[in-house]
């Protein structure tokens, strides 16, 4: 797999909004003027909705269609974070970034993203939507997208409110952003609340202590456990790049040895490293290194190749959990 690893060199363009609205009112009513203005300046419209509000936007948007004919085509899907099992934030701002860099690379114009929240990806605490906006801020920096996101007035979770006014730079009242004086720094955000821990799992089939000397081990533990998954040999070479750039960083940049644990299913390859080193950024490889920087490629090339890479950190240390499906 070609592994695109540059971003551009343009000034920041994105342009982060959130929109309250009261208890029970639909989140349609609230986005249909924004996507018939995006159609009006020709935007490509991009969409993170329930099943039920895309449904309602389309036909809002059906009478404005007929007088546009030559706005493009409307509401392009982005990938649903609708796995509550591997559920990730970090990945679903990966996922949403290559999707919105495809569809900016033609250079264009902006592209308008609309998005609301969802109870069911609220986990326990409505922590996923924190980090998912933190993310966002980091992994869409350089693109040229228009992202209004609807969140109710009264969710049912504190933090979903508190991570939605301090995560959005601009603030959609009345039909016009203003500036958001709650807004702060993305990375801020999640040094206040870290990213949450995925589920506890059971014993590994594979545990391997490592050092710097020892990550040929962690390339051949990772490819002896692909082995017998039926994956074609440019998949099991992709994830064991993923893993070994991961373990790499672990043991150059945590503490000399770490840990490789691996489960293997019909599911594909659940992969955990383990260091006890400091988490300095807690939103690593979310955005294409710049060719000019000396490093910085590992977390952001294993976040392409894996299905999802979750990052947290606790008081044993840092941690990355990876899976890959065949």
């Not at 935007?43 to 269609?65: K, N, Q, W």
């Not at 301090?166 to 955000?189: C, S």
């Not at 990213?195 to 014993?203: D, E, M």
Request: proline share 9%.
């Amino acid at each position: 797999m070609k592994v695109e690893t540059t971003r551009s060199a343009a000034a920041v363009r994105l342009e982060h909004a959130v929109a309250f609205r009261a208890r029970g009112a639909d989140p349609a009513g609230q986005l249909g003027p924004l996507a018939a203005a995006a159609l009006d300046r020709g935007e490509r419209i991009a969409v993170a909705l329930a099943p039920a509000t895309l449904d309602a936007l389309r036909a809002h948007l059906e009478g404005h269609r007929d007088d546009n004919r030559d706005a493009p085509a409307p509401l392009i899907p982005l990938t649903a974070a609708d796995d509550p099992e591997h559920v990730s934030a970090q990945t679903t701002a990966t996922r949403w970034a290559l999707e919105l860099r495809a569809l900016t690379a033609a250079g264009v114009g902006p592209v308008t993203v609309l998005a609301e929240h969802l109870d069911h990806l609220d986990g326990a605490d409505g922590g996923f939507w924190t980090e998912l906006d933190a993310a966002l801020n980091v992994a869409l920096a350089d693109l040229p997208v228009r992202l209004t996101c609807s969140y109710p007035e009264l969710p049912l979770h504190q933090e979903v409110l508190d991570g939605a006014r301090r995560n959005h730079p601009l603030l959609l009242a009345d039909g016009r952003l203003h500036r958001n004086p709650a807004h702060r720094d993305p990375r801020a955000v999640l040094t206040d609340r870290p990213a949450p821990a995925p589920p506890l799992l059971g014993p590994p089939d594979v545990h391997l202590p490592f050092s710097a000397w020892r990550l040929h081990e962690v390339r051949a533990a990772v490819e002896r456990a692909m082995a017998g998954s039926g994956c074609p040999r440019e998949r099991i070479e992709d994830v064991v790049l993923a893993v070994n750039e991961v373990a790499t960083n672990a043991v150059e940049h945590g503490t000399p040895d770490a840990q490789l644990s691996l489960w293997t299913g019909a599911r594909g390859l659940l992969c955990e490293i383990d260091d006890a080193g400091v988490l300095r950024d807690p939103l690593p490889g979310l955005q294409a290194p710049h060719p000019s920087d000396p490093r910085g490629r590992g977390v952001w090339i294993a976040r392409q190749l894996c299905d999802t890479l979750h990052v947290w950190t606790d008081g044993r240390g840092t941690h990355v959990r990876m899976r890959a499906t065949p």
